[in-house]
Each structure stands twice: as structure tokens, then as C-alpha cells.
């Protein structure tokens, strides 16, 4: 029975992994961007939502209705005057610049708000549980699993039925062709940026309300983000789910074995997936 | 007669060559003239120098951005100490089994990094480094995840350490500093020695084509995935070598520090973005900046890194060659050239 447990509140975990890791793959898929500070920008997006419900006296589900659209504006930016100039053939200026901004995010927390570690304040709903048959799993667990759903559901409509959508997936294929068309790669690129920032707020959200957080915890959020990415195969967001939920499973049974081994069980779940398929569960045919 | 002669010697090579002659001497001779925080000082810039060679190897020449050299750092760290408490060795013997122990597991870390592309190399170089820092802290016997120390028996009596003790005239403390700055010295000459000597041979031009454009480069018959194992694997042992003398230095250890990413990556990727990615010059450029920052901000805590952090994304947009770079464009100095250059023969007969 404690297996069955294990299993399903790794699953669970997964959908927390795979909102890390939905953001990082949106951004690959659209401009072949790696955003090495993408784990920074979630703990930022934390903080953000703590400053809401503090100053405002709001719940952190109202905080993040604000976070939103501020997380988006910053995304456009960030990605119109500073990523957008590091795009072209040559791989160092996106990974450098990038991994720079992660340094100074990072450092820029910890000058803001101390190492000091920080959570969200829950209440009755967030911390309440419920029986599912022979497992008891929490509330705010299934809400996070629902979320990254939504999120999921939600990015392959916007991709495949709207005009948006058809921008995206033009200028991933061609951005030459598709600025003949009338489009502006600079502003799409700035758009997806912007959008995958907002879930990256979402992800903030739970990353807050399940554990404590510091400026220094980004990190280890790309790194289980990246190999959501990376077991799922890259550009497909639904593998992305399932390599999220392949890290969490590995995180909770290696938990379960021995509470030192929950990340190292991770990492080499990550790393048996590598050797036995290198291009991930769900390849997409070209890249 | 016609005779061509290919060369890579300039003035100003030639003339640096003289002047690092005696640097090189004044340099070794620094421990008869300067203080102990001087000495540390030096150790500092010259391990760092040594990690931001072998690092500027790996991405600006051989195109591969690493962001897990702790890991060799780390295992080189975690050798020596094995070596030194586990097995009785002298400490400084142990350095050599501390670049041989990174070098081995390069193999496994670079047959799964090498799987991945461009970015996400760089981030799968990290996950492994993360994963050998997790099995080390597991090794209870070398202190688990809260380290350990080198014993004191060990630290006295190592190599040469009497030897300086009475050549010099100073203390037990101090000799082993001046032993870790002269290894150190070593260390970094012979790096920049072999990096500049591997440059100008043909494997070093192979390099530089495979870097400059793949196919092109496999077309002409070189073999761009034997390079990328070679530089890889220099690489480790370098990084390693520095670890372990690193940590000889330190006599203290525990896995968070051994395989920090900001320590040792995340610095060494400043100092080789703000001297001039893919020079030898940039490096030494960049440590010597690095440091001077250091100095002056160091009482500001978190707003160092951040500055440093800002600094190399700013030239990485301005300036992407980095300082030397400017400074080589505007006056085309070049300091260990190696670009060739193709002399006498039928162009200079018809010039007379």
C-alpha cells in the first residue's frame, strides 16, 4: 500500500516538475532558446507573489491574478531589449548571457530579501486532504497536477487554434519566411517569452505554497525542469508532462529508500533515460 | 632559391617572450620578497588562472560550453583527500592522482554529455557534476556531507615543506604556502605552455576548424568528434590537477564547497568572458580584472557578484571577444599568436 502512496505522490510532484518545465519548452520550441535563468525567474516569480499577499493582504491565488500580467510585461521586455540580441548561429552569447542573468537574479534576491528561507502563507484549503481510495493525497498536490494540465491543454489550443498560435509555430519553422508574411519574429519572440514567464508564475505559485524557498533554490529548479524537457523530448509538451512526472516518481520512490537519495534517484533516472534514449520518450521527427 | 617558411612569430611574440622570461623568474622568486596574504593572493589568481585556461579550451576552442567543470574540480578535491587519509600518501604526490581521478570520470560524463546539444550540453554537464557531488557527500568515511579535514600529520611533514622551511627561513604555515604558490606557478606555465603549444599544432588548427564550421572541417578529413573527446578529457585532468591543489592549499573540505558552481564555474566563466573568449591573452586579462573587483567590492557581499554578473552580460552583448579582444582589434597585438603566416618565397623576390 505505502508503494502505491509513493507512486501517486510522485505523479503528483511530476505535475509540479512538468509547470517548471513548460515554460523552458515553450521558449526552446519557438526560438531554440535555453534560458539558464529560467529556474531563477520561477523563485523570482515566488517572491513577487509573497510581496502581493504581504503588502495587499491578498490570498496568493488573487496575488497571482496580479503576477500575471507583471510577469508577461517583463518576459516582453526582457526578451525584446536583451535576449532577443544574443539570438543567432553562435550558441555562446545565449547561454552566457543567460547564465550571467541567473548570477545577478540570484544575487539580486538574496540583496532584496535576505537568505532567509520564505513561504506562502496557506490556509484551511491549501493544506486540507482527501481520500482517493486506498491513498489520502493532499488538495494542494492535485490542484498543481490540475494546473499543469490546464497549462498544458491550454498551450496546444493557443498553438493549434489560434492566429497567435500559427505565428508561433511559422516562426519556429522559418523566421526569414515568416517575416515575408508580416510578421515580426522580435515581437513574437517577445510574446512567447512573455507567456512562458506567466507560467512560470503559475509554477511559482506552487513552488511557494508547497515548500520553503531562497534566492538560491532557482537552480535546482532549472535543472528538474530541464530534464522534464529532456526525457519528454523536446518541443512536445505532453512528454514534457510525462518526463515531469518520470522525475518525480524517481525522486519519491528514491525517497522513500532512503531520504539522502530523493535528488540523486532523480538525476539518475534522468541519466538512464539518456543512455537507453538519447533523444527522449516522445522525439519530435526533426530538430 | 624559392623557400617558404610558415610562421606564427611577431614582433611583439617575441618581445613578449623576453619580457615573460622575466616575469616567469620574478614570479619564481616572489616568496624572497613578498608577503604571506601576497603569496595567498598569487595562489588565488593562479588556480583560477589555471580553471579559466582549461575552461576557455573547452568552450572557445572546442565550442563546448561547460557549466559542470566542479565536478572535476570536486573529484580532484575528493582524490586527494581519499588518497592522503585513505590511502597514507604524501599530499603533494596525491595532485597527480587528483587529475587522473577527474579524467576518469570525464569518460563516463562525457559518453552521456556528448549526447546532448549545444545548451542543453551545457546543463547536462551540471546534472552529472550535481550527481557526483551527491555520491560523494554519501562517502562517510571522507566526512559525508559535512567534509572533513586533512590531518595534521599529513600537512606537516609533505614534501619539500622542511626543504623551504630551511632554505627560506620561515614557518611551517608559511613554507606550505610558498609550496601550493610555487605548484600553483607550475601548474598555470605549463598550462599556458601546453594550451599555447596544442594550438599551434595540427591538432590545434583541426580544433580551431571543427570550432569555426563542423562540416566544413569533417569534409577536409578531421575528425570532429575525436577532438571534442580530447579536449574534453584535457580538460578534466587540468581542472582536476587544479582541484586537488587547490584543496592542499585549503586542508578543508565538504562536498557544497568542493563542487560549488559558482566557485568554480560560474567565476571562471567571468574572468574567460571579460579577458576575451578564445585567446590566451583573454584569460589572464580576465583574472587579473576579476581579482582587482574583488578587492575593491568584497565588502559588498552579494552586490560583487551581481556587478561581475552584469559586467559579462554587457560584454557579451557590446564587446563578445571580450577586453583583450578590443585591445587586439585596435592595435592587432597579439601576444601567443597563432595564426600562420606564410613568408618569403616568390611574394617577397617580387618585391625586390
Known amino acids: 500500500m505505502i508503494w502505491i502512496d509513493t507512486l501517486v505522490q510522485g505523479v503528483l510532484l511530476g505535475g509540479l516538475y512538468a509547470l517548471f518545465a513548460a515554460g523552458l519548452s515553450l521558449v526552446f520550441g519557438i526560438m531554440r532558446l535555453v534560458n539558464l535563468a529560467h529556474g531563477d525567474l520561477i523563485v523570482m516569480g515566488a517572491y513577487l507573489i509573497l510581496v502581493l499577499v504581504t503588502l495587499l493582504g491578498l490570498s496568493p491565488f488573487v496575488a497571482l491574478l496580479i503576477a500575471m500580467p507583471l510577469m508577461f510585461a517583463l518576459g516582453w521586455v526582457l526578451q525584446k531589449f536583451l535576449l532577443n540580441r544574443t539570438l543567432g548561429d553562435d550558441i555562446l552569447p545565449p547561454l552566457l548571457v543567460t547564465f550571467g542573468l541567473s548570477i545577478v537574479l540570484q544575487n539580486a534576491l538574496l540583496e532584496g530579501f535576505s537568505a532567509d528561507s520564505q513561504r506562502l502563507p496557506t490556509d484551511a484549503l491549501t493544506t486540507a486532504s482527501m481520500s482517493l481510495g486506498p491513498v489520502t493525497v493532499g488538495v494542494m498536490p492535485l490542484l498543481t497536477f490540475a494546473s499543469a494540465i490546464v497549462v498544458i491543454v491550454g498551450l496546444n489550443q493557443l498553438f493549434y487554434r489560434t492566429s497567435l498560435g500559427r505565428a508561433f509555430r511559422a516562426t519556429s519553422d522559418d523566421a526569414v519566411t515568416a517575416s515575408l508574411m508580416g510578421i515580426k519574429p522580435a515581437n513574437i519572440f517577445a510574446t512567447a517569452t512573455g507567456l512562458a514567464l506567466v507560467i512560470v508564475a503559475i509554477a511559482a505559485l506552487y513552488l511557494g505554497l508547497r515548500a520553503n524557498f531562497d534566492p538560491s533554490v532557482g537552480p535546482a529548479r532549472l535543472i528538474y525542469a530541464f530534464e522534464a524537457v529532456i526525457i519528454g523530448g523536446l518541443g512536445s509538451l505532453w512528454g514534457t508532462l510525462i518526463g515531469g512526472i518520470f522525475i518525480g516518481v524517481a525522486q519519491t520512490v528514491g525517497a522513500a529508500i532512503n531520504p539522502e537519495w530523493q535528488i540523486l534517484s532523480g538525476h539518475l533516472a534522468f541519466l538512464a533515460v539518456l543512455l537507453v534514449r538519447p533523444r527522449g520518450l516522445f522525439p519530435r521527427a526533426h530538430d | ?352
Request: glycine fraction near 12%; charge should be positive; hydrophobic fraction near 55%.
Open chain 2, 1 to 352: 632559391m624559392n623557400t617558404y617558411v610558415v610562421e606564427t612569430r611577431t614582433r611583439a611574440s617575441n618581445v613578449t617572450a623576453i619580457l615573460g622570461m622575466a616575469l616567469v623568474i620574478a614570479l619564481i622568486l616572489l616568496p624572497l620578497y613578498a608577503g604571506r596574504s601576497t603569496i595567498q593572493d598569487m595562489f588565488f589568481i593562479l588556480t583560477m588562472l589555471v580553471l579559466a585556461q582549461f575552461w576557455n579550451l573547452l568552450a572557445g576552442y572546442g565550442g563546448l560550453v561547460s557549466i559542470g567543470q566542479q565536478a572535476f574540480v570536486g573529484m580532484g578535491a575528493y582524490a586527494l583527500f581519499g588518497g592522503v587519509i585513505l590511502a597514507g600518501m604524501d599530499p603533494v604526490p596525491a595532485i597527480l592522482l587528483s587529475g587522473v581521478s577527474a579524467l576518469v570520470i570525464a569518460i563516463p560524463t562525457a559518453f552521456f554529455a556528448f549526447r546532448l546539444q549545444g545548451a542543453y550540453f551545457a546543463i547536462g554537464t551540471w546534472v552529472i557534476a550535481e550527481v557526483f557531488r551527491l555520491l560523494l557527500a554519501q562517502w562517510k568515511t571522507l566526512g559525508g556531507g559535512t567534509g572533513t579535514s586533512l590531518p595534521r600529520s599529513a600537512t606537516k611533514d609533505m614534501w619539500f615543506v622542511d626543504a623551504i622551511k630551511a632554505l627560506l627561513d620561515v614557518k611551517t604555515s608559511a613554507a606550505r604556502d610558498i609550496l601550493a604558490y610555487w605548484l600553483a606557478l607550475l601548474l598555470a606555465l605549463a598550462t599556458i605552455g601546453g594550451i599555447y603549444w596544442l594550438l599551434r599544432t595540427r591538432r590545434g588548427l583541426a580544433l580551431a576548424a571543427v570550432r569555426d564550421n563542423t562540416e566544413a572541417a569533417k569534409s577536409v578529413g578531421v575528425d570532429a568528434g575525436r577532438m571534442k573527446w580530447m579536449v574534453f578529457l584535457t580538460s578534466a585532468f587540468g581542472t582536476g590537477l587544479a582541484g586537488g591543489l587547490i584543496y592542499m592549499q585549503k586542508a578543508r573540505i565538504s562536498p557544497d564547497a568542493a563542487f560549488s558552481v559558482t566557485d568554480w564555474t560560474a567565476y571562471v566563466i567571468f574572468i574567460v568572458v571579460i579577458g576575451g573568449i578564445g585567446t590566451i591573452e583573454g584569460p589572464i586579462l580576465g583574472v587579473l580584472i576579476f581579482f582587482a573587483l574583488q578587492s575593491l567590492l568584497a565588502d559588498f557581499g552579494s552586490w560583487y557578484l551581481l556587478s561581475l554578473g552584469v559586467l559579462a552580460i554587457a560584454i557579451m552583448l557590446i564587446a563578445p571577444r571580450g577586453i583583450w579582444g578590443l585591445i587586439s582589434e585596435r592595435t592587432g597585438l597579439q601576444l601567443f599568436p597563432i595564426r600562420r603566416r606564410l613568408k618569403g618565397g616568390q611574394l617577397d623576390n617580387l618585391e625586390d
